[in-house]
């Protein structure tokens, strides 16, 4: 018989909580605090913090943090808003840094 294979999950980097889905990924090519990001369409297990306007890459975007929910590590940020039309589809996604989220048994 087969192995069941599950969902590929992405994990926070220090506890290994399981944060986003691969699935969820909208795109790979994004710019973070510390590099490389994916946008992803969901995220689980985290805490959204404190709203904020933000001059990023491509304009003003009100944004917040988003950190674990297990050890609070700041894994990325979650757009709540985008003042540039082209840049709307962004709003209620969230990206998370590369260097903050690893594959879950993958």
């Known amino acids: 018989m087969a192995d069941l294979v599950g969902p590929r999950l992405y994990s926070c980097c220090n506890c ?14 994004f710019q973070g605090r510390h590099g490389r990001a994916f946008l992803f369409s969901h995220a689980m297990n985290v805490v959204v913090g404190a709203k904020e306007d933000r001059h990023l890459l491509t304009g003003l975007h009100t944004v917040a943090d988003i950190h674990c929910g297990d050890c609070r590590e700041v894994l990325g940020w979650k757009y709540e808003r985008a003042y540039e039309a082209s840049q709307k589809y962004k709003e209620g996604k969230f990206i998370f ?5 690893v594959k879950e048994d993958w």
């Not at 840094?97 to 989220?101: A, G, L, Y």
């Open 16 to 29: 290994r909580n399981h944060v986003s889905l691969h699935d969820d990924i909208i795109s790979k090519a």
């Open 97 to 101: 840094e590369k260097s903050k989220i």
